[in-house]
């Protein structure tokens, strides 16, 4: 191996590139690291940025009472320690880290519906309603934004999605975007 100043400088650094350390629960054996496993090991951290890049997802509504799962699929843009559901759930983000954390969540949501229709957000984590992240919009002119956080305790396999209601009528809505951005504390 050549000494490391010999080496060109890689002037684009992103999470992707790798470097070089000594696994200390392996035998102190050398190994390749992302920058992103390295960067997620620290707190206060971005771990995940996903994003719905289709935009063609339709939330069907049986009624107006109850809360169903925004229809979207994420791309997986992720950091390690963080997942994305698989059918029929690839809404949701999982969190796959060993070592619980709190986070704050961020979910940034543009919807396309029916003109004057009330639809109602809330985050659920693990199928449970987080309290305080219920969110009415009136769709306008067919289209409706909205951003969400939440401040929540992380454990392996948790997960959060974005659920719906519309309690204005049963007409559906499609999802145009979805972003999540999840940061350590």
């Known amino acids: 191996m050549a000494r490391i100043s010999t080496y060109p400088i890689d002037s684009s650094v992103n999470v992707n590139d790798f470097v070089i350390g000594t696994d200390s629960e392996d035998s102190n054996i050398t190994k390749n690291y992302t920058i992103a496993s390295i960067i997620s090991l620290a707190p206060g951290t971005v771990y995940i940025n996903a994003a719905d ?9 049986a009624n107006i009472t109850d809360f169903v799962s925004l229809n979207s699929v994420l791309a997986s843009q992720l950091a390690s320690g963080w997942s994305v ?5 690839q ?21 396309t519906g ?11 984590k693990n199928g449970a309603k987080i309290a305080g992240t219920e969110q009415t919009v009136e769709i306008p002119a067919l289209t409706a934004a909205l951003t969400m956080q939440a401040l929540v305790s992380m454990a392996t396999n948790d997960y ?4 719906v209601k519309n309690i204005t009528a049963t007409n559906n809505v ?11 504390l």
């Open 53 to 61: 890049v289709t935009g063609t997802f339709q939330t069907v509504f």
């Open 85 to 89: 559901g698989s059918s029929p759930n």
């Open 91 to 111: 809404n949701r983000v999982v969190y796959t880290n060993a070592t619980t954390r709190v986070c704050n969540l961020t979910f940034t949501v543009n919807i």
């Open 114 to 124: 029916t003109n004057g229709d009330d639809i109602v957000f809330s985050l659920f």
């Open 160 to 163: 959060i999605e974005v659920k």
């Open 174 to 184: 499609t999802t145009t975007h979805l972003n999540v951005v999840a940061q350590s």
